[in-house]
C-alpha cells in the first residue's frame, strides 16, 4: 500500500512547480520583476482583477446597486416546475465555495503573506462579484433543458460563445471533470480526518488510523453521498439546502463568540490587515507581491470567482431573468470570502501565536493545526476550548463534505455536455466517489498526498485561464441582458434582447408568459 501511495506522489512530484510557475508568471522572470509597480502582479492576478476592475465599472458597480436587490430575489418564493429555486442554486453553489479553503486556505495565506494578504482577499472579493455576476448571468443565458431540471455552465457557455464547437464544450467539460477529480481526495481525506478529530476530542482519545471508527466514517461518507449525487440535482439540494445554513450559522457565531471574548484584540487585527497589505512583515517574507498574491489566490480558491467552476449551480435556477442569478452569485462571493474567510482571518491574527515562545513550532505546523492553536490561544486553559474545538471541526467536516457532494454533482452536470445518455453521466459519478474513496483511503493509510493535492491549484489557475477569456468574448451578452433587466418594462427576456436565436429555453418561456396573459 505504501508503494502505490509513494508511486502516485512521485508521479504528481511536478505539479507543484508548475502551478507555482502558472501563478506567478511572468513575475519569475526578472525582466518582468525589475518593472516598476507592474512587476509585482502576475497574469494570473492582472486577468483576475484587472477584469473584476473592468466589469465592476461596465455594469456600473453593480456588486453595490444590485445587492438590495440579489436578497430579494432569494427571499421570493415562487413554485418552479423546471430547474430550483434561485436560493436553492444559492445554496448549491454555496456548498462548493465554503469549503475547507475558508479554514486552510486563509490561514495559509496569513502564514505566508502576513495577516495583509487578508486585505487582498477582501479587495479581490468586491471586484470578484461582478465577475461572479458575469459568468453566473452566461451560465443562465445558455443554460438547457433536460427532463425537469436544467443543465448549463461554463462547458456550455463556452461552447455557444465560442462558435457552438462541440469539441469545446467536451474540452471545456473534460478540463473541469479533471479539476473535480484532482481535487476530491482531499475533501474525502478532510471529512473523515475531521470526524476522527471530533470523536477524538469528545471522548479523549486518540483513534489510529486503521481503527473502525474511520472504516464506518469511511464507508458512510461514499454510501451516503452515492444515494445523494445519484439523485440528481433536486436531491442534492435539498441536502444543501439544510446543511449550508447550519454550517455557515454555527461558524460565524462560533468566532463571534471569541472575538466577544477577545475584544482587547480588535484593535491588532486592524492594524496588522491593513498595515500588513502594503508593509509586510519581514517575518512573512516582506515582499508586496507575495502578500498580494496570497490573498488573490487564495481568494479565488475560496469563492471561485472567475474560475467559471460555481456556474452549473446558476445555470440549474429557474430564475425569471439571466441577471437574477447573476446577483445571487455576487452575493455568494461576498457571504464566502468577506463574511466567513474574514471570521478566519479573524482567529488567526487575532491569536497572533507567530510572536510569541511558540512561534517556531506554530510556522512548523500544518493549516489546519495551525487554525487549531490559533483557536486553542483564543481560549486558552479552559474547558470552553473544547467545545469551540468540537464546533469549528465539525464546521471543517461540513464544509468538506458540500465540496465533494458538489465536485460530484457538477462534474455530472458537465458530462451532460459530452453526452446525455445516464449510463455515461452516472460512469462520471461513480469516478468520482472513486477517486473521493481513495483520499478517504489514504486518510486510513495515514499517509499524506501532499503533490495530488497541489493539483487543485494548478486546476485552479488553468480553468482561470481558460474561463477569463471565454467571459470576456461573451461579456457583450451580459451587457445587453443588464440593460434588458434594468429597464424593468415588464418584456420577458428572449434570444432576441442579446441578438440571438438560439435561446430555446429563454424564447419557450417568453411563449408561456404570453399565453398566460
Not at 461518507?221 to 433536486?234: E, H, K, P, Q, S
Not at 437574477?324 to 474574514?342: H, K, R
Not at 429597464?487 to 436565436?501: E, H, I, L, N
Amino acid at each position: 500500500m505504501q508503494a502505490v501511495f509513494d508511486a502516485i506522489n512521485n508521479i504528481f512530484r511536478f505539479i507543484t512547480p508548475v502551478s507555482d510557475f502558472l501563478w506567478d508568471f511572468p513575475t519569475n522572470f526578472s525582466w518582468y520583476a525589475a518593472l516598476p509597480v507592474l512587476g509585482n502582479f502576475s497574469l494570473a492576478i492582472l486577468l483576475l482583477v484587472g477584469s473584476g476592475i473592468f466589469f465592476s465599472f461596465r455594469l456600473g458597480f453593480m456588486q453595490v446597486t444590485h445587492f438590495k436587490k440579489g436578497i430579494k430575489t432569494l427571499t421570493e418564493k415562487k413554485q418552479h416546475e423546471t430547474g430550483i429555486s434561485p436560493l436553492a442554486a444559492f445554496f448549491l453553489s454555496t456548498a462548493m465555495r465554503i469549503g475547507p479553503g475558508n479554514i486552510i486556505g486563509v490561514t495559509g495565506a496569513i502564514a505566508v503573506g502576513g495577516p495583509g494578504a487578508l486585505f487582498w482577499m477582501w479587495v479581490s472579493a468586491f471586484f470578484g462579484m461582478s465577475v461572479a455576476y458575469m459568468e453566473a448571468t452566461l451560465a443562465q443565458i445558455f443554460k438547457e433543458k433536460k427532463d425537469d431540471e436544467y443543465v448549463g455552465g461554463l462547458p456550455f457557455y463556452g461552447r455557444k460563445i465560442l462558435g457552438n464547437k462541440v469539441w469545446i464544450g467536451a474540452a471545456l467539460s473534460i478540463l473541469y471533470i479533471l479539476y473535480a477529480f484532482c481535487c476530491l481526495p482531499a475533501q474525502g481525506f478532510y471529512v473523515v480526518e475531521a470526524i476522527g478529530a471530533i470523536a477524538g476530542t469528545i471522548t479523549g482519545t486518540t483513534f489510529a488510523p486503521t481503527s473502525m471508527l474511520y472504516y464506518i466514517t469511511g464507508a458512510a461518507v461514499i454510501v451516503i453521498t452515492a444515494f445523494v449525487a445519484f439523485g440528481g440535482i433536486r436531491k442534492v439540494t435539498k441536502i444543501t439546502d439544510k446543511m449550508v445554513p447550519v454550517m455557515a450559522v454555527v461558524y460565524i457565531a462560533v468566532v463571534l463568540i471569541l472575538i466577544a471574548v477577545n475584544l482587547q484584540r480588535i484593535p491588532y487585527f486592524f492594524a496588522s490587515v491593513f498595515g500588513g497589505a502594503f508593509q509586510p512583515q519581514a517575518f512573512f517574507g516582506g515582499v508586496f507581491g507575495t502578500v498580494l498574491a496570497q490573498g488573490v489566490k487564495r481568494g479565488l480558491m475560496s469563492n471561485e470567482a472567475g474560475q467559471g467552476t460555481i456556474t452549473m449551480s446558476a445555470a440549474a435556477s429557474d430564475s425569471a431573468h439571466p441577471c437574477e442569478q447573476g446577483n445571487v452569485a455576487a452575493l455568494g462571493v461576498f457571504l464566502d470570502t468577506i463574511v466567513i474567510c474574514t471570521m478566519t482571518g479573524f482567529v488567526v491574527v487575532m491569536a497572533h501565536v507567530w510572536t510569541g515562545a511558540d512561534a517556531a513550532a506554530w510556522m512548523a505546523m500544518d493549516k489546519l493545526p495551525k487554525f487549531n492553536a490559533s483557536v486553542a490561544e483564543l481560549t486558552p486553559g479552559t474547558a470552553f476550548n473544547g467545545i469551540i474545538t468540537v464546533l469549528v471541526t465539525f464546521c471543517f467536516a461540513m464544509f468538506a463534505y458540500t465540496c465533494l457532494l458538489g465536485m460530484i454533482s457538477f462534474s455530472g452536470i458537465a458530462a451532460n455536455r459530452i453526452s446525455q445518455k445516464a449510463g455515461f453521466i452516472n460512469a462520471v459519478r461513480g469516478l468520482g466517489l472513486a477517486v473521493a474513496l481513495f483520499g478517504i483511503l489514504s486518510r486510513m493509510a495515514g499517509l499524506e498526498l501532499g503533490n495530488l493535492w497541489a493539483f487543485s491549484d494548478l486546476g485552479n489557475i488553468l480553468i482561470v485561464y481558460f474561463n477569463i477569456p471565454i467571459v470576456c468574448v461573451g461579456a457583450k451578452y451580459v451587457f445587453c441582458a443588464t440593460r434588458h433587466y434594468k429597464k424593468q418594462d415588464g418584456t420577458p427576456f428572449t434570444s432576441a434582447v442579446v441578438g440571438r436565436d438560439d435561446l430555446t429555453v429563454w424564447d419557450e418561456k417568453a411563449k408561456k408568459i404570453k399565453i398566460k396573459r
